[in-house]
């Protein structure tokens, strides 16, 4: 099974901060990297999938990147509404699997 | 608007059996790639099943094989997940999920997700 570590699991930043979360994956997974975003008794929402591709009707502050072994998204200009928790997620191949979380709260 | 709502979640006994149903709309549902994702409370999320658009190839995580089983209604846009055998940490919100699209055994991303139903097992 493929496991995908995610780091770091929270992280206290700033309104108007760069935030960079990674994923690293187990095993090669191409670019089958994606990335969601979930608030407290919320259900998850699609960011970025295929590595880099935003999901449509996201803020162009979101963004992705990687391919292989090695992922990024990226948070610029952090927003107060973007404090929630983040999670990586490689499709390539079943069992998908989800990585820990990543936790972004204010400073 | 897609639309995704599950029922059949509650408190159980361990050893026990429930069966989630997740009814769909707003999409041409005989075409999607369908999965269930759980989280525990206050924990991360748990991929638990998928099953292809044409019911015929699913998926499963290695912690519910061979107790749960993923099958869909195409005639009634539904989603089911049988739980068998089940036990304490099998507690947990139960999210029925749409996939932008799955081919040559890689899916594309998980796009539209329900509420969740929450399932408690204990004595």
């Known amino acids: 099974d493929i496991q995908m570590t995610q780091s770091p699991s929270s992280l206290s930043a700033s309104v108007g901060d760069r935030v960079t979360i990674t994923c690293r994956a187990s095993q090669n997974i191409r670019t089958y990297c994606n990335w969601y975003y979930q608030k407290p008794g919320k259900a998850p929402k699609l960011l970025i999938y295929?590595?880099?591709t935003s999901q449509s009707g996201d803020p162009s502050r979101f963004s992705g990147s990687g391919s292989g072994t090695d992922f990024t998204l990226t948070i610029s200009n952090l927003q107060p509404e973007d404090f929630a928790t983040y999670y990586c997620q490689q499709s390539y191949s079943a069992p998908l699997t989800f990585g820990g979380g990543t936790k972004v709260e204010i400073k | 608007q897609v639309d995704l709502v599950e029922s059949g979640g509650g408190v159980v006994q361990p050893g026990r059996s429930l069966r989630l149903s997740c009814a769909t709309s707003?999409?041409?549902?005989?075409?999607?790639?369908l999965h269930w994702v759980r989280q525990a409370p206050g924990k991360g999320l748990e991929w638990v099943a998928l099953i292809l658009s044409d019911g015929n190839s699913k998926y499963y995580a290695d912690s519910v094989k061979g107790r749960f089983t993923i099958s869909r209604d195409n005639s009634k846009n539904t989603l089911y997940l049988e739980m068998n055998s089940l036990r304490s940490d099998d507690t947990a919100l139960y999210y029925c999920a749409r996939d932008l699209f799955c081919g040559g055994g890689s899916c594309a991303g998980i796009d539209n997700w329900g509420q969740g139903t929450p399932v408690t097992v204990s004595s």
């Open positions: 707003g999409f041409t549902f005989r075409s999607y790639s």
């Open positions: 295929a590595a880099s």
